[in-house]
């Protein structure tokens, strides 16, 4: 098994909601990351998880938290959400300290608030 | 703070032509540097991954170069095809976290 699953594929939420993206991959990762993506940008880092800790936190607002159950699994949680939210969220893993090793990148989440 | 550029940002082209995309760094201190394809409102697809040590890579119609000195990597498509039609992105990797995207370039490959 060489990919990452995310679903849903798309999701549309109330601000008031409360809704989860879901990312896995079987290839024995154990570095994952979640990225968000604006049209006609490039992926921007959210979180990154090693070892099932949270390693990176790059200023994202609260009402987006992160969980690593386990090795295999990656969970974003969704509260309170903002119109200026919607994007495609990405999720992707790598070898953890095989630097010469490459990023897979999941078909991601496309998320809108309304 | 490493910075990747890529031009053009869009370039359109007839079936069949060979073309170039660029992709350039600001800091040669790199591991690796990957080349996605993204098809619009998709995930990334991993194209070519090419090491620090190495001057290029092939796949197919694919070839990938880079000269780390001088901080530049370029991706070379042969006989181009509609279906090689997508957003290119480059991104280098400086260490475990630190993975830098350029802002890519949108092909459209005429019929």
């Known amino acids: 098994d060489t990919e990452v699953t995310q679903t849903p594929k798309h999701l549309v939420m109330g601000m008031t909601n409360k809704k989860s993206l879901k990312c896995e991959q079987h290839m024995g990762h154990r570095a994952m990351y979640w990225y968000k993506q604006k049209a006609k940008k490039p992926p921007e880092l959210m979180f990154v998880y090693s070892y099932e800790k949270l390693s990176i936190n790059e200023s994202v607002p609260s009402r987006f938290s992160p969980e690593c159950p386990n090795s295999s699994l990656l969970n974003l949680h969704l509260h309170a959400l903002q119109p200026e939210d919607s994007a495609l969220y990405l999720c992707?893993?790598?070898?953890?300290?095989?630097?010469?090793?490459?990023?897979?990148f999941g078909s991601g989440t496309r998320l809108t608030v309304v | 703070k490493q910075e990747v550029t890529q031009i053009p940002a869009a370039l359109s082209v007839p079936e069949g032509e060979n073309l170039v995309l660029n992709c350039s760094f600001t800091?040669?201190?790199?591991?690796?540097l990957q080349w996605f394809r993204q098809d619009p409102g998709k995930g990334l697809t991993s194209l070519l991954l090419i090491q620090s040590s190495q001057r290029e890579q092939t796949s197919g119609r694919l070839n990938a170069s880079l000269d780390k000195s001088s901080g530049r990597s370029t991706l070379y498509i042969a006989a181009s095809q509609p279906g090689d039609s997508a957003t290119y992105l480059c991104a280098v990797r400086e260490n475990f976290n630190k993975f830098y995207f350029g802002s890519g370039t949108k092909l459209n490959v005429k019929p």
């Open positions: 800091d040669s201190a790199i591991y690796n």
């Open positions: 992707a893993s790598s070898q953890e300290r095989r630097l010469n090793y490459g990023y897979t």
